[in-house]
Nanobody, 124 residues
Framework: QVQLVESGGGSVQAGGSLRLSCAAS????????MGWFRQAPGKEREFVAT????????YYADSVKGRFTVSRENAKNTMYLQMNSLKPEDTAVYYC?????????????????WGQGTQVTVSS
């Protein structure tokens, strides 16, 4: 089993930055791909970014490309999401997830373990 805990969320003004962290425990996730998703009120959960186990394969949603950067430190069993130039439409609960089998997938159902989420609120 893998437990995931997100942190780093908060409230910022448009144009600001936040850095989210996702700490894994229970077993090492260094050989698995990981991803970030988000869910705004009244909307479905959507893909944000994914990174392969070695960090060489990275994909972003078009809505965050050029503003968000995903990275990971396998020695710390941790993944990060640096979010810059935040917009009000980025407001959502952000979730991290582990995907054991399909590198590069953006599909929710391909991810096996999920964190509880951290709230990000961007005001105009």
């Amino acid at each position: 089993q893998v437990q995931l805990v997100e942190s780093g969320g908060g409230s910022v003004q448009a144009g600001g930055s936040l850095r989210l962290s996702c700490a894994a425990s229970g077993r090492t996730v260094s050989s698995y791909a990981m991803g970030w998703f988000r869910q705004a009120p009244g909307k479905e959960r959507e893909f944000v970014a994914t990174i392969s186990w070695g960090g060489t394969n990275i994909y972003y949603a078009d809505s965050v490309k050029g503003r968000f950067t995903v990275s990971r430190e396998n020695a710390k069993n941790t993944m990060y999401l640096q979010m810059n130039s935040l917009k009000p439409e980025d407001t959502a609960v952000y979730y991290c997830a582990v995907n054991r089998y399909r590198i590069g997938t953006t599909k929710l159902y391909d991810y096996d373990y999920w964190g509880q989420g951290t709230q990000v609120t961007v005001s105009s």
